[in-house]
Structures are given as C-alpha cells and as structure tokens.
C-alpha cells in the first residue's frame, strides 16, 4: 500500500504535462518508425525488432526521468568543475577499444549488450556544467572576464565532441545550448551583437580552415544538388517524399518512397519524410505541434524556477529541444546541411530516447522544487 502511496505522491508532485507529451510524441514515433521499417529492404530485422528496442528504451527513459526528477542538482553544483572533466573523459572513451564506428563515424561506444552515444549524454553534463557555471558569475555575465570563461567552458566541450568523434553537428547543439542559455542569463545585448558580428567576419576562415571537403559540399549542394548527386541524394529524396504526402499523405505503410527504402536512414535522421509522404501535411503540423508544447512547456517551468541555477537548468533543455527540433525539421525540407540530428522523441535510437527522458526528468525536478505560488 506504501508503494501506491509513494507513486501517487510523485505523480501529484511531478509534470505530468512535460511527461504525457513525451508519450504522446514517443508513441506516433514508434508508428512511423513501424512503417519507416517495415520493407525488409530495410535491413534492419523487420519493424518488430525496431518497435521492441525503442520500446525498451522508452521504458529505460521513463525510469530516467523519475530517477532524475528526484535529484537535486543543486546541491551538486559546487562540483561543476569536476563533472566538466567527467564529460570530457566520457567524450575521450571513444579512443578506447569500446569506440565503435558508425555509418563512417566514430560516435560510440559498444558496451556489449548496447552502444551509448557520448554526446549525447554530454549534452546533459553539460547544460548542469554550464547553468553552475553562469549561476557562479551571473553578477560579471555581462563584462569580458565572465564572458570569456564561460567561451572557454563551451569551446572546450565542443573540442572534446569534434577531437573524439569528430560530430560537428553535435558539437553545433553544445554551442547553440550555450547561447540560449546566456541569453537567457542577461547577456547584454551588446555582446551578442558583437558575437554575431564576429561570426559573420569568422565564415572565410571557417570555409577555408576548418570545415572538411564533405562538409563544404553538403552546403553546397543546398543551391545545387548537381554539384554532387550523391551527397545531395538523401536531402532530395527527403523532400520529394515530404512533397508527394501533400495534405492527409498516401496512407500509414503506404507511402512509395517509405516503403522502398529510397530515403536512407528514414528512421532516423528522415522520420519527418515518413510522416510527411505516409500522413502528409496533416501528420507533419501534428508533429510541430506536439513538439512545441512540449518546448512551451519547458520554457514555463524555468519561468516558473525558484533559483537561477534550476531556471537556467530547465532553459538549457529548452534550448537543446529547440534547437534539435528546428534543425532536423529543416534539414528533412532541405532548408539546411544534413548533419545527422534525430527528431526528438520521434526518431529511432536508444541513447537519444533515453537521453531525452532524462532531460525532461531534470526539467520536471525543477518543476518539483518550484517556490509555491504565494512566494513568488
């Protein structure tokens, strides 16, 4: 009877709002992730193998998120310092043995039974890393000094994530996390004025220096898909099958595309052309919109958050929601480069789902731990 008692007390006190949204996306995912692989073609054992593993990790993300709903964080952040060296040892595990190359790159680690992803996990460290970090200077946020280490502490994140797997795409997510989290924080305006101006001033050394031949030509192909068909491929197909679905779609395990297996990784990184060609424009808007609930909601609970360490906690999830959601809805309608982000909640992969209950668990802590209304 203690233990009904138990759960009832922390459905009560939890976001149930923040939880039922998840499902909600996590359970027209796994429908479109049915479809996406159902064609044997796909190589990927059958749709009954797939539906099994991310239900699997649905249930490990719900588990996630009680366990980190239940942790106060805040009693932590004193140790920031030694979780930013965690995160970089965890980013340089893939140096190891336990590295696993995947689809040419080496984002993982082969745990036996699993394989984790390293930034994604990271992505979590760091938004608790960072929001300690900010919550220590917060009065200097706005002077060069402030500013300058809370650059280094993302740069240095961002070079353990490219350094080790070499995911520019992951590393972009701790950058953008990073901005929305100073923005929210009071950076003055004037900085961010000077940091855009600095990055526009920074593209030819960046074009010239930095970015790799692949990486030039899959923005390219943005403007001319016949610089190279076969990188521009996927990104065509994408928003052929997008197109094709028009308003209600060609039906769930219907679409031509879908079920030929023509968009690769259409359980991935290409679940939104599924939803697009299968169930059309109606499918899509859905997904938007459970999508930005789920992100509304996450905005309110760093509103509604009793310290600036747990309102910057809850913005940091915001932001790497967002900040996912925006870039593979773009990049599924060719508005982007592919960069291999999934669609949250939506998407196929264990240590995604797993990783995004998790942070939705941190935000619900938050919410827990949330000054009554009569104080505020």
Not at 7 to 32: E, I, P
Not at 124 to 129: A, P
Not at 271 to 294: D, K, N, Q, R, Y
Not at 344 to 353: A, C, D, K, L, V
Request: glycine share 10%; proline share 2%.
């Amino acid at each position: 009877m203690d233990v009904f008692k138990t759960v009832r007390h922390y459905l009560k006190n939890t976001d149930l709002y923040l939880l039922v949204l998840a499902l909600l996306c996590s359970a027209y995912g796994m429908v479109l992730i049915y479809s996406a692989t159902l064609n044997p073609v796909s190589g990927l054992d059958g749709s009954t193998r797939n539906l099994f593993v991310q239900a699997a990790a649905i249930i490990i993300g719900l588990g996630a998120f009680v366990v980190m709903s239940l942790i106060d964080l805040e009693t932590m952040s004193g140790w920031w310092k030694i979780f930013v060296l965690l995160n970089i040892g965890l980013q340089m595990l893939l140096f190891t043995p336990l590295g696993q190359e995947v689809n040419g790159q080496r984002a993982w680690l082969n745990l036996g039974v699993t394989s984790l992803q390293p930034g994604e996990l990271g992505k979590l460290i760091f938004i608790f890393t960072l929001a300690a970090h900010i919550s220590e200077i917060r009065e200097h946020i706005s002077e060069w000094r402030g500013l300058f280490v809370i650059g280094l502490h993302t740069l240095i994140m961002m070079g353990a994530v490219v350094v080790a797997s070499g995911d520019t795409g992951m590393a972009i997510q701790y950058f953008m996390i990073a901005l929305i989290m100073l923005f929210a924080a009071g950076l003055s305006m004037k900085w961010i004025a000077v940091g855009a101006g600095l990055g526009l001033v920074s593209i030819p050394f960046l074009w010239n220096f930095v970015l790799v031949g692949y990486q030039i030509t899959r923005i390219l192909v943005l403007f001319d898909p016949s610089i190279d068909p076969d990188i521009s491929r996927q990104a065509t197909y994408g928003k052929i099958a997008i197109g094709s679905g028009q308003l209600s779609g060609q039906g769930l395990t219907n679409g031509t595309m879908t079920q030929m297996q023509i968009v690769s990784e259409n359980q991935t990184d290409y679940i939104f052309s599924v939803a697009g060609e299968e169930l059309g424009f109606i499918g899509c808007m859905l997904i938007i919109g459970l999508l930005t609930l789920l992100i509304l909601r996450l905005f309110y609970v760093s509103y509604r958050a009793s310290t600036t360490f747990s309102s910057l906690l809850a913005v940091g999830v915001s932001g790497m929601f967002l900040f996912q959601t925006f870039m593979n809805i773009f990049m599924n309608v060719g508005l982007l480069p592919v960069m291999g982000l999934t669609l949250p909640f939506f998407s196929y992969g264990g240590t995604s789902i797993v990783t995004m209950y998790a942070a939705l668990g941190i935000a619900a802590g938050v919410r827990m731990r949330e000054k009554p209304s009569w104080l505020q």
